[in-house]
């Protein structure tokens, strides 16, 4: 017999990276992994060591690619369906607090259920049982009663979650569906208000105009936006670890566009050398005061607020890092370049050795990650699409924004790019230099 066929291997990496997730978790002292109520994620904590982590990603990576592989042409529209109902069964759960009804602990009838949350039962039957199909949810044996399991419980001590589920399908998805009209209508177009989600939406509004009309879809894009950033992938603990931080000591840090400063809250945390200046426009940093004002004083006094539009020109206040994080993907080329320039001025009054960070989704070229990584990265650009005419970008495009933003005297070198294991952004170092060429030198490393 010849060697092992490429569905074996799949399968044998599986079991090997098992049995390693099974020992970690036994050493912590945690229960074997299972859909029981009580089985609180994560799978692993961000702690634990970086094998570990990447045995949980090669899991999800070559179960993707079993299944992928056993799945006949025919099978591949059926399989997707599966995947939007799942989420429209989500919503509808979320939408009529179905998911809230059900006890942490128990059941609760189909009969109760229903009456509970003024839904006709046999709909509700339908949608838990199709969710329960996907392990949401699940179903007591021999009774006409429904329970948690570790999915939904967690939508119940998370409800930030409920609100992302709700955020994705009554907007994403049929932003999405929109797309190819979109197309149609506009072909090229780069405004923000010829877009994929302004047919969807019927508004002539940009994305961000839009939400602000209402404070219910502005609360939950806010939970939204904070469930995305918490995710293991946006993690801000990856800005940590793609910078020597604590090198800088006594440092100022100018976050721009840095909202209400969750963020540089995370850092004055880890780096008690470090103050923190926080840019953004007035009614977003007017909004800081909740956070602020449960931090204890330490915190507080290091991190001053700005009101400040990045497509005005940076302050020239002395700094040694400018840190924009999530900021260049929800713009079109013209005005990505036009933010940079906004702060060549103060990179240049900072002096020798400033650093401009941006951290951004560097998207991978083809082929170069696993399948399941890239799709998530796909995801990301083609939401920036459908709902900014704006892009995530490729390395080289970050190389050529530099170049467009630089001038004859005062040129943007990108000295580094780190992109840590499991983070779907990565950390651009950007200095500010003469070159004797006129264009941007790239004296970093290749992507790692």
């Given at each position: 017999?010849?060697?092992?066929?490429?569905?074996?291997?799949l399968?044998?990496?599986?079991?090997?990276?098992?049995k390693?997730?099974?020992?970690y978790?036994?050493?912590?002292?945690?229960?074997?992994?299972?859909?029981?109520?009580?089985?609180?994620?994560?799978?692993?904590?961000?702690?634990?060591?970086?094998a570990?982590?990447?045995?949980?990603?090669?899991?999800?990576?070559?179960?993707?690619?079993?299944?992928?592989?056993?799945?006949?042409?025919?099978?591949?529209?059926?399989?997707?369906?599966?995947?939007?109902?799942?989420?429209?069964?989500?919503?509808?759960?979320?939408?009529?607090?179905?998911?809230?009804?059900?006890?942490?602990?128990?059941?609760?009838?189909?009969?109760?259920?229903?009456?509970?949350?003024?839904?006709?039962?046999?709909?509700?039957?339908?949608?838990?049982?199709?969710?329960?199909?996907t392990?949401?949810?699940?179903?007591?044996?021999?009774?006409?009663?429904?329970?948690?399991?570790?999915?939904?419980?967690?939508?119940?001590?998370?409800?930030?979650?409920?609100?992302?589920?709700?955020?994705?399908?009554?907007?994403?998805?049929?932003?999405?569906?929109?797309?190819?009209?979109?197309?149609?209508?506009w072909?090229?177009?780069?405004?923000?208000?010829?877009?994929?989600?302004?047919?969807?939406?019927?508004?002539?509004?940009?994305?961000?105009?839009?939400?602000?009309?209402?404070?219910?879809?502005t609360?939950?894009?806010?939970?939204?936006?904070?469930?995305?950033?918490?995710?293991?992938?946006?993690s801000?603990?990856?800005?940590?670890?793609?910078?020597?931080?604590?090198?800088?000591?006594?440092?100022?840090?100018?976050?721009?566009?840095?909202?209400?400063?969750?963020?540089?809250?995370?850092?004055?945390?880890?780096?008690?050398?470090?103050?923190?200046?926080?840019?953004?426009?007035?009614?977003?940093?007017?909004?800081?005061?909740?956070?602020?004002?449960?931090?204890?004083?330490?915190?507080?006094?290091?991190?001053?607020?700005?009101a400040?539009?990045?497509?005005?020109?940076?302050?020239?206040?002395?700094?040694?890092?400018?840190?924009?994080?999530?900021?260049?993907?929800?713009?079109p080329?013209?005005?990505?370049?036009?933010?940079?320039?906004?702060?060549?001025?103060?990179?240049?009054?900072?002096?020798?050795g400033?650093?401009?960070?941006?951290?951004?989704?560097?998207?991978?070229?083809?082929?170069?990650?696993s399948?399941?990584?890239?799709?998530?990265?796909?995801?990301?650009?083609?939401?920036?699409?459908?709902?900014?005419?704006?892009k995530?970008?490729?390395?080289?495009?970050?190389?050529?924004?530099?170049?467009?933003?630089?001038?004859?005297?005062?040129r943007?070198?990108?000295?580094?790019?780190?992109?840590?294991?499991g983070?779907?952004?990565?950390?651009?170092e950007?200095?500010?230099?003469?070159?004797?060429?006129?264009?941007?030198?790239?004296?970093?490393?290749?992507?790692?």
């Open positions: 017999m010849g060697a092992n066929s490429n569905l074996e291997l399968a044998q990496g599986i079991c090997r990276d098992a390693a997730i099974e020992a978790r036994t050493q912590q002292g945690l229960p074997h992994l299972s859909f029981d109520s009580s089985s609180e994620p994560p799978t692993v904590h961000q702690e634990a060591p970086q570990v982590h990447e045995a949980r990603q090669a899991i999800i990576d070559n179960a993707s690619q079993i299944q992928r592989l056993v799945l006949d042409p025919a099978d591949i529209i059926p399989a997707l369906t599966i995947n939007y109902q799942q989420l429209i069964c989500i919503q509808w759960l979320c939408r009529f607090h179905v998911v809230s009804c059900v006890p942490l602990m128990g059941s609760v009838s189909y009969a109760e259920a229903a009456s509970l949350c003024s839904v006709p039962e046999d709909q509700l039957r339908s949608v838990a049982r199709m969710a329960i199909a392990n949401f949810l699940r179903e007591i044996e021999g009774k006409d009663e429904l329970a948690h399991n570790s999915m939904s419980a967690a939508f119940v001590r998370n409800p930030g979650l409920a609100d992302w589920a709700l955020f994705v399908t009554q907007f994403s998805m049929p932003v999405a569906g929109s797309f190819a009209d979109a197309t149609k209508k072909g090229s177009t780069k405004r923000k208000d010829e877009t994929a989600m302004n047919l969807a939406l019927k508004t002539d509004l940009p994305l961000f105009d839009f939400i602000k009309q209402s404070p219910e879809i609360r939950q894009f806010a939970a939204y936006m904070r469930n995305v950033q918490q995710s293991d992938g946006m801000v603990r990856h800005l940590v670890n793609s910078y020597d931080w604590a090198a800088l000591g006594e440092a100022t840090v100018i976050d721009i566009g840095g909202s209400t400063g969750a963020v540089s809250v995370h850092l004055a945390n880890m780096f008690p050398q470090l103050r923190f200046i926080v840019r953004d426009l007035h009614a977003v940093t007017n909004g800081s005061s909740g956070l602020m004002e449960s931090q204890p004083e330490h915190i507080r006094t290091r991190i001053e607020f700005q400040q539009d990045f497509f005005e020109p940076q302050p020239a206040e002395r700094a040694n890092v400018f840190l924009m994080r999530m900021i260049l993907h929800d713009w080329k013209d005005e990505a370049v036009k933010i940079l320039r906004n702060i060549v001025p103060a990179l240049k009054a900072s002096g020798r400033v650093r401009l960070l941006i951290q951004d989704t560097v998207l991978p070229i083809p082929g170069s990650v399948s399941t990584q890239e799709a998530l990265l796909r995801v990301r650009d083609l939401t920036m699409i459908q709902s900014f005419n704006s995530e970008r490729e390395l080289a495009e970050f190389v050529k924004l530099l170049n467009l933003a630089s001038s004859q005297d005062a943007l070198v990108l000295k580094g790019v780190h992109t840590p294991a983070s779907l952004m990565s950390v651009l950007v200095a500010y230099e003469q070159t004797p060429n006129g264009d941007v030198l790239y004296s970093g490393t290749a992507l790692a």
